[in-house]
């Protein structure tokens, strides 16, 4: 009878030494999993723990491209996987490239903060635009873009103002318009505004419309020693398209790190309007007037 007394008491000593060695195991291994999960992590080279931040990238096209970080390959993305994200990144600058065969390379520099995923979008410009001709007249000077009227207007060394008949691709004389290239374009569907002069370039931003990578309402993104010609909000995406010197220019918005600036179109003295709604620009290059679609 003593015996089996003495085998019960030690088997709930066992037991309870057991209980209390698991509970400090347990606190032990949980405090560097919810670290872990929390997004600390140790860096052996400063020998301190941080906390990691993450980056989204995405670009236009979505296909085909190849996403770099930190002259690391980490994606290249197909029809199934478009887009990245990368997290458990060590807060601070990161150098982030995005490239597609026959587009010109997108680049930036971003801050990645503790506990926060940065958001990146990436815009590539094609290296050889498909452009297609409408039509051929050496008189012809200004190309306008009248919203009111949803068509294409143009004017010729004369003054005689034209509209494009845009189901024969030819030019309809028509009554003299009184008005001038106007300074500024609204975006109401995004909440924002475009105002340029000769040499800059602003966007105004509605503060309910701000967008993520923005902190102030207003934001100049353009200035240049060459005459502007023509600006325009790209359709869809966060840039600008401005026409100044020899070519047509797409200027990002997001202005982190470093603003991509890439043509789009190189000629003589280029300008141009867009038809927002078929994504398509008009662009009027030395009496030549061709289309490129937009995408």
Same mark, same amino acid.
């Given at each position: 009878?003593?015996?089996?007394?003495n085998?019960f008491i030690?088997?709930?000593r066992?037991?309870?030494?057991l209980?209390?060695?698991c509970?400090?195991?347990?606190?032990?291994a949980?405090?560097p999993?919810i670290l872990?999960?929390?997004g600390?992590?140790?860096v052996w080279?400063e020998?301190?723990?941080?906390?990691?931040?993450?980056?989204?990238?995405a670009?236009?096209?979505?296909?085909?491209?190849?996403?770099?970080?930190?002259?690391?390959?980490?994606?290249e993305?197909?029809?199934?996987?478009?887009?990245?994200?990368?997290?458990q990144?060590s807060?601070?600058?990161?150098q982030?490239r995005?490239a597609r065969?026959g587009?010109?390379?997108w680049?930036?520099?971003i801050?990645v /903060?503790p506990e926060l995923?940065?958001e990146l979008?990436?815009i590539?410009v094609?290296?050889?635009?498909?452009?297609?001709?409408?039509?051929?007249?050496?008189?012809?000077?200004?190309?306008f873009?009248?919203?009111?009227?949803?068509t294409i207007? =143009?004017?010729?060394t004369s003054k005689?103002?034209?509209? =494009?008949?845009r189901?024969?691709?030819?030019?309809?004389?028509m009554?003299?318009?009184?008005i001038?290239?106007?300074?500024?374009?609204e975006d109401?569907?995004r909440?924002r505004?475009?105002?340029w002069?000769?040499?800059?370039?602003?966007?105004?931003?509605?503060?309910q419309y701000?967008?993520h990578y923005?902190?102030f /309402?207003a934001?100049q993104?353009?200035q240049?020693p060459?005459?502007?010609r023509?600006?325009?909000?790209y359709?869809r995406? /966060?840039?600008?398209?401005?026409?100044?010197?020899?070519?047509?220019?797409?200027?990002e918005?997001?202005?982190r790190?470093r603003?991509?600036?890439?043509p789009l179109?190189?000629?003589?003295?280029?300008?141009f309007?867009?038809?927002a709604?078929?994504?398509?620009?008009?662009? =009027?290059?030395d009496?030549?007037l061709?289309?490129?679609?937009?995408?």
């Amino acid at each position: 009878m003593l015996s089996i007394l003495n085998v019960f008491i030690m088997t709930y000593r066992t037991r309870r030494l057991l209980f209390w060695l698991c509970i400090v195991f347990f606190a032990f291994a949980a405090i560097p999993l919810i670290l872990y999960a929390s997004g600390w992590r140790f860096v052996w080279k400063e020998k301190t723990l941080v906390r990691t931040g993450g980056l989204f990238i995405a670009s236009f096209p979505s296909t085909e491209t190849k996403i770099f970080v930190d002259d690391t390959l980490r994606k290249e993305t197909s029809l199934i996987s478009r887009s990245l994200f990368l997290g458990q990144l060590s807060p601070g600058i990161h150098q982030v490239r995005v490239a597609r065969e026959g587009y010109h390379e997108w680049s930036k520099t971003i801050f990645v /903060e503790p506990e926060l995923v940065a958001e990146l979008r990436a815009i590539l410009v094609p290296q050889v635009p498909q452009a297609y001709q409408v039509l051929r007249d050496t008189s012809l000077t200004t190309v306008f873009y009248a919203s009111k009227e949803e068509t294409i207007v =143009l004017q010729d060394t004369s003054k005689q103002w034209y509209r =494009l008949d845009r189901e024969s691709q030819t030019l309809v004389p028509m009554r003299p318009l009184n008005i001038l290239p106007e300074k500024s374009e609204e975006d109401t569907r995004r909440g924002r505004r475009l105002s340029w002069d000769t040499h800059e370039v602003w966007v105004y931003w509605n503060d309910q419309y701000l967008p993520h990578y923005q902190t102030f /309402e207003a934001q100049q993104i353009l200035q240049t020693p060459y005459d502007i010609r023509s600006v325009a909000f790209y359709p869809r995406r /966060e840039a600008v398209l401005v026409a100044l010197s020899n070519a047509v220019m797409v200027v990002e918005l997001d202005g982190r790190g470093r603003r991509n600036i890439t043509p789009l179109y190189k000629g003589k003295e280029p300008s141009f309007a867009v038809d927002a709604s078929a994504r398509v620009m008009y662009i =009027l290059d030395d009496g030549t007037l061709i289309h490129i679609p937009l995408q």
